[in-house]
């Protein structure tokens, strides 16, 4: 006993080659297998649920891409269309084209009897005149001829067409009658029924109607929100970092206000929208559902983002550009400014766009503010009335009609689209610039 | 105790043989905090020489060497006490200006670091800052002039618009000397500027700071002996906080009076 006290060491020799230390081993490679396992399992699963989110966004939503049309053979009389005989398309009577359409419906079934006219009526988008009023402004030379123009079909033929209702249901289970089944069947069969590209989706604002909603005014909504944002939390962010990170004194006072905005980071972000609410709105008395008030309220939320971000990326540079900046006889502002600051750049700049992506996927603050309004035209101006792309998501979801569900999964896409497209930048600056010194 | 040091660390000699003192440092002591890192120096630094600063690590060397240009003033916890004299003028004088101190006292660090910019961008940082100049052909003349003196001019001169950071470690250190040297300064301060060079970029170096003698006064740290007795005139041997002994660069290592110079010159700590 006592000379192991005296070599510890000494006395352990051929200890790694014992029986117990090969046990030992064994158990130590056991747990390494096992903890690999484990981490395989939660990957697999993570991918299995993303795969499975975005399978059922995929599904749900390719079909609002396409829209089912009927080609009509429309007469268009200028008596209808233009009673004042004014020649000026103010003076048109808007409504006169949904008749026009349905007498041209009524020609392309002669047969069908008065008290039938109103199912076959149902074939047709009740806004199918608005698509062709649109045409007739385009090019008013078809003013006083017969044109064959393709309508959207009303949204329960659109939906019967994709199959997304299921036509072999007992009649008083689906919206379309059989009566209208033959219809459709007739018109397929001569030709004149085919499901076309949904380009209103792209170029249009909200909607009651399915056919005629489109996700444009969202998305100018939405740019012009995250440009408020951007303008806004960008210099703020920025300044505020380099001042914390760079100038200020390190004591009690600057480590409180980096506790507080590592923890405004945390906050829910309905509570800037209650903020953004009590004082933009209700004290400054600025106008609601406006992106510049969306804009601002989603400044205050991006904030700490930025602010993290770009002292991550300040901190990042390295200590002896600095030294080398100051031996040079630069103060420190000029050190900051003509060295720190532009190789923190693309660390702030990654930064910022991820904090923009969050934004753009922002719901909850803006819904406290009035951005889920039912507007109908994109915003002309930052003070507008305007929606943005998630809230209009949310719109959709919550509307009645069947055409709302495939609307609000290619509207996710398309935010999906927008979100990948900016992470992928931010991913592709922080490669271009990594590490340069 | 301190009278003893202070005598014992002011040269004697050097004033007698009639050299001009460029910079001075009277009772010098550098606080990090509540450490004190430097116990009060006391060394004058004559113009056109070279000053070598030896001793073990941690001993301050890099510390007094900062206090010289000011570079402690960006460490929060330092302050520094003493009389520190550039010529006639007081460095720690709270009316100074440091921007035109570090004009004056460049520096070179260990590491090499120059800007990640060009290398043309980088000798006329301080110029432009300074005002040295103002047209592209005055930048130009200074570009080619300070790269000739680092002996760099020959090997960067058809790619003076390449980063900087693409050169060679030894490349790179020239280039910081060259940077410095651009803004036409009266003390250059080198903190181990060869420590990460190999032999040969290492003889290049040394050799210029021969040449640079001519014009500059030169203050360097160097762990390598061999290196302080072949590039410095005197040289001061720091240990503990404390300046040893400063003399004659031949003087301190065939005949020093200090038995811990002797033991650190010959190899026996540090
Ligand atoms: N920023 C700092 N904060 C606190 N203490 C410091 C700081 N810099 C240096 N010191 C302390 O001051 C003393 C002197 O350090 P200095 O860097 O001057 O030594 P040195 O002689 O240059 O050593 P080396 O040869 O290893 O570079 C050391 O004890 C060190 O721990
Ligand atoms: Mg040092």
Redesign the pocket.
């Known amino acids: 006993m006592t000379d192991i006290v005296a070599n510890p060491i000494a006395a352990n020799t051929g200890f790694h080659r014992t029986e117990a230390a090969e046990k030992r081993l064994r158990r130590r490679y056991a747990a390494e297998q096992r903890f690999k396992i484990y981490g395989i399992i939660a990957i697999t699963l993570a991918i299995g649920m993303l795969v499975l989110l975005l399978f059922t966004i995929l599904r749900n939503g390719v079909t609002a891409f396409q829209q089912t049309a009927i080609q009509l053979e429309v007469t268009l009389d200028p008596a209808v269309i233009d009673p004042k005989g004014t020649g000026n398309p103010a003076d048109w009577d808007r409504a006169a084209f949904q008749d026009l359409v349905h007498d041209a419906l009524y020609k392309e079934f002669p047969d069908v009897s008065r008290g039938d006219r109103r199912e076959l009526r149902r074939m047709i988008s009740p806004v199918a005149g608005v698509f062709l009023g649109n045409q007739v402004l385009k090019d008013p030379s078809m003013l006083g001829q017969t044109v064959s123009v393709w309508l959207p079909a009303s949204d329960p033929i659109n939906q019967i067409v994709k199959g997304r209702i299921d036509r072999e249901l007992p009649e008083a289970n689906r919206p379309v009658s059989d009566q209208q089944l033959a219809w459709l069947d007739q018109l397929r069969e001569r030709g004149d029924s085919k499901t076309i590209f949904n380009s209103t989706f792209f170029t249009a604002s909200d909607s009651n109607y399915p056919e005629l909603a489109g996700l444009w005014g969202s998305v100018v909504g939405s740019i012009f929100t995250l440009a408020v944002t951007l303008v806004l939390a960008l210099p703020i962010g920025v300044a505020a970092a380099v001042y914390l990170e760079e100038f200020a004194p390190k004591n009690k006072f600057t480590d409180l206000i980096e506790v507080n905005i590592n923890n405004l980071a945390a906050v829910p972000s309905i509570v800037f929208g209650l903020l953004g609410l009590a004082v933009f709105l209700n004290f400054f008395g600025m106008p609601r559902s406006a992106p510049l008030v969306g804009g601002m309220v989603i400044a205050l939320m991006s904030l700490p983002t930025i602010i993290i971000a770009s002292r991550a990326a300040l901190k990042a540079v390295p200590p002896s550009i600095r030294e080398a900046a100051l031996g040079m006889g630069a103060s420190k502002l000029q050190t900051v400014w003509h060295h720190v600051l532009p190789l923190a750049m693309p660390g702030i700049l990654t930064g910022t766009i991820i904090a923009m992506a969050q934004a753009l996927g922002e719901t909850a603050p803006l819904l406290m503010i009035g951005m889920n309004a039912f507007v109908t035209a994109p915003p002309t101006g930052l003070l507008s009335s305007s929606s943005v792309l998630p809230v209009q998501i949310y719109i959709w979801a919550d509307a009645p009609e069947r055409g709302f569900v495939e609307l609000t999964s290619a509207a996710i896409m398309i935010l999906l689209i927008f979100l990948i497209t900016m992470n992928g930048i931010a991913i592709y600056l922080r490669k271009k610039f990594e590490r340069r010194w | 105790m301190e009278a003893m040091t202070m005598s014992q660390t002011v040269d004697p000699g050097a004033a007698a043989a009639g050299k001009i003192v460029k910079m001075s440092s009277r009772g010098t002591k ?1 606080f ?2 509540e ?1 004190r ?2 116990h009060g120096i006391d060394v004058d630094i004559y113009r056109n020489e070279v000053l070598a ?1 030896i ?12 206090t010289l240009n000011r570079m402690n003033d960006t ?1 929060d ?2 302050r520094v006490e003493g009389k520190l004299m550039l010529d006639d003028q007081d460095i720690y004088d709270p009316k100074l200006d440091v921007v035109q101190l570090r004009a004056r006292v460049g520096m070179v660090f ?1 590491k090499p670091n120059p800007f990640p910019k060009s290398i043309y961008e980088n000798i006329i940082y301080g110029p432009k800052l300074h005002g040295l100049a103002t047209r592209k052909d005055e930048f130009d003349a200074i570009v080619e002039a300070s790269l000739q003196r680092a002996g760099l001019w020959n090997e960067v001169k058809d790619r003076l618009l390449e980063p900087g950071t693409g050169l060679s470690g030894g490349q790179q250190q020239r280039l910081c000397i060259a940077r410095a040297i651009a803004v036409s300064p009266e003390v250059i301060l080198m ?2 500027p060869c420590s990460a060079l190999d032999p040969i970029a290492t003889a290049h170096i040394e050799e210029l700071i021969d040449e640079l003698r001519e014009n500059f006064t030169i203050v360097i ?1 160097t ?1 390598n002996m061999q290196q302080a007795a072949r590039v410095s005139q005197r040289t001061a041997f ?1 240990h503990l ?1 404390d300046l040893v002994e400063v003399g004659e660069t031949e003087d301190i290592f065939t005949n020093p009076r200090d038995e811990r110079t002797q033991g650190y010159i010959t190899g026996r700590y540090g």
């Open positions: 550098v990090y905090g450490k890192a430097l600063l001793g073990p690590s941690g001993c301050g060397k890099s510390t007094f060497l900062r460490i916890i330092c260990q903190d181990e740290v762990h720091f906080g």
